[in-house]
């Protein structure tokens, strides 16, 4: 992958997960004028990843829709991670015994649909930091209960900012402790 792709996939990913257009824009136009024509097919390729997104998308609703999925978030795999790695889905279930089976399931359901590798994150038991991040840099994919999921959001945002203030007053060496 050439640089104008992967310099355009990161502005793809950024603008997907929700910096303004004015600033995806402002950086297309920081590109060298050298490389117009890569910049045609680069965005080409813009527009083909946001057709696929909007398939996973679909794919997502159609899938949680038969679930007991309350809403589902997507979010790319490498962006939490710090690379480009793919699609995750993070998913709210209604009140099970074992959210952990039924993320294993709903994954290997969104693996068959899509045919390719979907990582699924069941919100019921991540902590408040990976819970902060998702709803941080994410897409709502599906929602049954709006109300809920702007709840867990807002609870979510407010739980780690406690977490991180009261880690201001605390050295590293006692974290580790």
């Not at 297309?28 to 083909?48: C, G, P, V």
Request: aromatic share 12%.
């Amino acid at each position: 992958m050439s640089t104008c792709y992967r310099f355009l996939w990161v502005v793809f990913c950024v603008w997907v997960f929700g910096v303004h257009c004015e600033e995806v824009l402002g950086a297309l136009r920081a590109l060298n004028a050298a490389y117009t024509l890569e910049l045609l097919e680069a965005a080409s390729f813009l527009i083909q990843c946001q057709l696929m997104l909007d398939d996973v998308k679909a794919v997502v609703r159609s899938v949680c829709s038969k679930r007991n999925c309350l809403y589902a978030l997507l979010f790319s795999r490498g962006y939490l991670a710090g690379e480009n790695a793919g699609v995750g889905v993070a998913v709210m279930f209604e009140p099970c015994d074992d959210p952990i089976r039924d993320s294993i399931e709903l994954s290997m359901e969104l693996e068959e649909v899509l045919g390719f590798r979907v990582n699924v994150i069941p919100l019921n038991i991540a902590d408040s930091v990976l819970r902060y991040e998702v709803f941080s840099y994410s897409v709502l994919a599906y929602c049954r209960d709006y109300m809920r999921y702007l709840r867990d959001k807002a609870s979510s945002i407010d739980d780690y900012l406690m977490f991180k203030t009261s880690l201001r007053g605390t050295s590293a060496c006692d974290v580790v402790e």
